[in-house]
């Protein structure tokens, strides 16, 4: 397939590398032009806008990080909604507000494209070696079309349904209780270390006993380490999809008081100075209000 690639942050350099791994036809663009250079030496083409990254795409994947950074490439002279052929697919993998998914939805219908929201669950480093998940919310016809890549980006596909804002629903709800686990773990650990017990030990039982999940193992293990320079998702972009869900939440009458201690944290490490660490470092803002060093 004749690909088209917006976006090239850790994870999106990882989803482009693997697109470009099976063989398809990549064109890649970022406003940093030195984000493209490892994908250019593995075989890609580089292009210089955006309207050039569209020209007779296929499909155009945009890997980005927020709502503004999309509305910035999406519209406009020259911009993806008047570059982008009729009939091809816009696949938006970043987690992206359900109005604004609405929105790009409308008016990629008005100009005879395709929305198709597919964001991501898992890591950069996962995302490199295609052991993301991928939600998926489009026509039918579109997600079809769009399974080839989706096979070579995750090892699984979720099919959130026919509306693109359903996966972007999903993926808001999914980052909203990854949130909360990552603060229960924080709260977990300083805790027990009031009694002496070390985070490596709480860890082990967490891990091997009742919570398992990988939520549990690979935060579980970044908090007792304090590995919080291993960047995964960084606290400014936790903050803004604790918004999100609490944004959703608000507009369809749903509470969530989770979701506001979890804002809380963030909102106390970005303050702290810790903004572009791991989101995991909300457990160091747990220990600060435990008086833990």
Known sequence: MKI??????????????????????????????EKAAALAQAGATTATSVAAA????????????????????????????KSLPKGAIHMA????????????TAAHTQA???????????????????????????PASALERCRVLFDVIGRRTFMAGEEPVSAAAIK????????????????????VRKYGVTPDAMYEVLT???????????????????????????AAL???????????AGAAGVPLPSANVLRDRLLGAIAHGDGERDWAV???????ASGLE
Request: include cysteine; charged fraction near 15%.
């Open 4 to 33: 088209g690639f917006i976006g090239l942050g850790r994870m999106g350099q990882g989803i482009a590398g693997r697109v470009l791994g099976a063989g398809h036809e990549l064109l890649v663009y970022n406003r940093t032009p």
């Open 282 to 288: 909300i457990a160091r803002e747990q220990a600060r």
């Open 54 to 81: 569209c020209a007779g795409r296929e499909v155009v994947i945009t890997m980005l990080a927020d709502d503004r950074a999309l509305e910035q490439i999406a519209y406009g002279d020259g911009a993806l909604l």
């Open 112 to 138: 005879g494209q395709i929305l198709v929201s597919a964001p991501v669950l898992g890591r950069p480093d996962m995302a490199a070696v295609g052991q993301v998940a991928v939600v998926a919310g489009g």
């Open 238 to 248: 936790g903050l803004k999809d604790a918004n999100l869900a609490l944004a959703a």
């Open 172 to 191: 808001i709800t999914n980052n909203f209780v990854l949130g909360c686990a990552i603060e229960v773990i924080g709260e977990a650990y300083s805790l």
């Open 93 to 104: 993998m970043g987690t992206h507000s359900v109005d604004f998914i609405r929105t790009l």
């Open 208 to 234: 091997e006993g009742l919570f398992g999940a990988p939520a549990y193992k690979v935060y579980g293990k970044i908090i007792a380490d304090q590995a919080y320079d291993k960047v995964g998702v960084t």
